[in-house]
């Protein structure tokens, strides 16, 4: 079994749908949550940086963190065309040096 | 743009080869992480570099290494090339080098080992 869980779909909406992404983990030292977004082969790009449980508001973003099940998740409010790209959760833990990357997710918004 | 630089970004080599991949982080951040992305394996960890010294270590191979310079820029040597060594390398940087940590990635280094 995987440290981090990541659906990768493909995922695939209409344009002004609510994109949700979500992880599960493992480990239960993981204390920092983060969510990047990755354009085809380019380098990942940080979105959302969560310290332990709850959530985060930025823009169309919001991100959640429920500790006591493992599960963290990603909305993205009124998607856009622009939005199309791989999700990837990443986590590390207090002491950690590295991070652990869920697969990613691909979405695709449909204009 | 994360500030974060990578040269070159492609690289096209033969079995046996030896490639140096270079980094150089934010202004600023002190440690820089180097990651793997392929197809199958997602994104994995290397190694990782604080102020000069190495701090961590992930799934590298011994055939790689890697070191820091004193003006900070980073080098990822990848020797006896393998075609399974076909990926993006991806150089991070951060200010610290503990878990709170954001990490800013570079637009990587797309090796093809033929």
């Known amino acids: 079994q995987k440290e981090v869980e990541q659906d990768p779909g493909p995922l695939s909406v209409p344009e002004g749908a609510i994109v949700s992404l979500n992880c599960t983990y493992s480990?239960?030292?993981?204390?920092?949550f983060m969510w990047y977004r990755q354009y085809s082969r380019k380098g990942p790009e940080l979105l959302m940086y969560?310290?332990?449980?709850g959530n985060k508001e930025d823009g169309r973003f919001t991100a959640q963190v429920d500790k006591s099940s493992k599960y963290i998740s990603l909305f993205i409010r009124d998607s856009q065309p622009s939005d199309s790209a791989t999700y990837l959760c990443?986590?590390?833990?207090?002491?950690?040096?590295?991070?652990?990357f869920g697969a990613g997710t691909t979405v695709t918004v449909r204009a | 743009d994360s500030g974060v630089t990578q040269t070159p970004k492609h690289l096209i080599t033969a079995t046996g080869q030896r490639v140096t991949l270079r980094c150089s982080p934010r202004?600023?951040?002190?440690?820089v992480y180097w990651y793997q992305q392929s197809l199958d394996q997602g994104l994995q960890f290397l190694i990782q570099?604080?102020?000069?010294?190495?701090?961590a270590k992930g799934n590298i191979l011994e055939r790689f290494s890697a070191q820091q310079f004193p003006d900070l820029h980073s080098e990822l040597n990848l020797s006896s090339l393998e075609l399974g060594d076909s990926a993006l390398y991806f150089c991070?940087?951060?200010?610290?080098?503990?878990?709170?940590?954001?990490?800013?990635f570079g637009p990587g280094t797309r090796l093809t080992v033929l």
């Open positions: 991070a940087s951060s200010p610290r080098a503990g878990g709170d940590n954001e990490q800013f």
């Open positions: 480990n239960s030292a993981f204390q920092y």
């Open positions: 969560t310290y332990s449980s």
């Open positions: 990443a986590m590390s833990g207090w002491d950690d040096y590295k991070l652990s």
């Open positions: 202004s600023g951040d002190l440690s």
């Open positions: 570099y604080y102020n000069g010294e190495e701090r």
